[in-house]
């Protein structure tokens, strides 16, 4: 889609943004501007910019237009941390500028260079061989570990987040969003915030978590099991490392109907390692002697059941951003089944 094309349809004038990287990136815009959105969702707008003539493919985040809540969509946040990781052991986007100002495309927003790679949302990993499914997740769990190892202080980050105490403010945070925003009655989610309190993990272990870590967020190469770029730092802080490892676990625990899970599959046949397996290797590869346990697995399933029921709460208000907002919704309660068989199963 060109700069100027109808069907291109940014919320903001492309010719500014194109006029702003002439001054802004010299020898990087020249030619003419193709602009390209690639998702709305509940994310932060995100746009493929590129200068075919000269061979610039670039990638824009900006935050939504509209009222925010102050700490939302904080796209600078986002930069601060690709920033960071540039150049360690986990691989990133290459970040190019940030800008702060509205007064470029409506809102702050940073580019990054444009990756090729692969990225699978469906965890069984559809048309992929089994020797080659069994090492993408062995590179997931090695990614993550190299997330947890990064020296966060030595690299300016102590005040991205707060240290310790990390699960109590979590289970305080879902736990008020559940009762203000509930779409539902989900007895399993009230009687999983009780469980959950009274099994609190009160451990101050800190490290960065990205928050959303899953299959879905991680770029592999385009010929090979390997992750070339984690994608999508909106939720990241400072935080307790087994948040990330047991949200990462997420395709034990639901069905390819639920949220393209892999329970019920062949997963020996597939190639996919089992839960312990993967945890094994990621704790050997971030030098710990224990992974999540049924406390951190339980506790990710019911905050995912607490988000899905908040889009479910945008569709119901007709502000979700998502087309299939309402489905993934009703997800919710299957969630919340699924950690309490988790509760269920170790007891």
């Known amino acids: 889609m060109s700069a100027g094309s109808p069907a291109s349809a940014p919320e903001f004038d492309a010719n500014r943004l194109d006029d702003f990287l002439h001054g802004a990136l010299p020898g990087r815009a020249g030619g003419k501007m193709e602009l390209e959105r690639i998702s709305g969702g509940q994310s932060n707008p995100t746009f493929f910019v590129s200068y075919p003539e000269i061979g610039t493919r670039l ?122 925003t509930r779409t539902r009655d989900i007895p399993a989610i009230d009687r999983l915030i009780d469980w959950l309190s009274a099994h609190l993990d009160a451990s101050e272990e800190t490290t960065i978590v990205h928050g959303d870590f899953r299959l879905g967020n991680l770029m592999f190469a385009p010929d090979g099991p390997h992750v070339i770029a984690v994608l999508d730092w909106e939720l990241s802080t400072l935080g307790h490392p087994l948040s990330d490892a047991a949200f990462s676990c997420l395709p034990w625990h639901s069905t390819p109907a639920m949220y393209a899970g892999i329970v019920g599959l062949d997963r020996e046949a597939l190639g996919i390692p089992s839960q312990a397996e993967y945890l094994e290797r990621y704790c050997a590869a971030a030098g710990r002697m224990d992974g999540p346990g049924t406390f951190h697995i339980a506790f990710s399933l019911f905050r995912f059941a607490v988000i899905l029921d908040g889009i479910a709460a945008r569709a119901k208000a007709g502000n979700a951003a998502a087309e299939n907002a309402v489905a993934v919704g009703e997800m919710a309660e299957s969630f919340a089944g699924q950690a309490e068989a988790v509760i269920e199963s170790a007891e």
């Open 59 to 180: 990638v824009l985040r900006k935050k939504p237009p509209g009222p925010l809540l102050p700490s939302a969509h904080a796209v600078d946040r986002e930069y601060r941390i690709l920033k960071a990781l540039s150049g360690s052991a986990v691989p990133v986007p290459p970040v190019l500028l940030f800008h702060g100002e509205d007064d470029v495309v409506g809102t702050p927003f940073y580019l990054m260079e444009r990756l090729d790679g692969r990225v699978f949302h469906d965890t069984a990993l559809p048309g992929i061989a089994p020797a080659e499914r069994r090492q993408i997740y062995v590179a997931m769990a090695e990614t993550l570990a190299a997330l947890h190892r990064f020296d966060w202080q030595a690299a300016g980050l102590s005040d991205y987040g707060k240290p310790g105490n990390y699960y109590a403010r979590q289970l305080a945070r879902w736990g008020r969003q559940w009762r203000e």
